[in-house]
């Protein structure tokens, strides 16, 4: 089992920055990667941006591109996304995930999400 828990959402205008943070425990060594999504009212839920266990590698969304990086600190189990130049059209629930695997077993587990609100 792993748990999840993001903080660092809040309130902000059009053009400012955020940074989240998705803390892990329990079983993180079965992490191999962990990443973070969004949703927004009457949208599905949409893939932001993955980074690997070892933070070599990093993938993002084409809407974030260029706007959002994802950092992970090992020691600490912590996952960021900063949030740089920040639109109405980043307002969202924003989900921190973990993909695990245990014995072939894989499994995703899933924070209780942080609320980013960009005002115009």
């Known amino acids: 089992q792993v748990q999840l828990v993001e903080s660092g959402g809040g309130l902000v205008q059009a053009g400012a920055s955020l940074r989240l943070s998705c803390a892990a425990s329990g079983h993180t060594l079965s992490i191999y990667a962990m990443g973070w999504f969004r949703q927004a009212p009457g949208k599905e839920r949409e893939f932001v941006a993955a980074?690997?266990?070892?933070?070599?590698?990093?993938h993002y969304a084409d809407s974030v591109k260029g706007r959002f990086t994802i950092s992970r600190d090992s020691a600490k189990n912590t996952v960021y996304l900063q949030m740089n130049s920040l639109t109405p059209e980043d307002t969202a629930v924003y989900y921190c995930n973990a993909d695990t695997v245990v014995d072939w077993n894989e499994a995703t587990y899933w924070g209780q999400g942080t609320q980013v609100t960009v005002s115009s």
């Open positions: 980074i690997s266990r070892s933070g070599t590698y990093t």
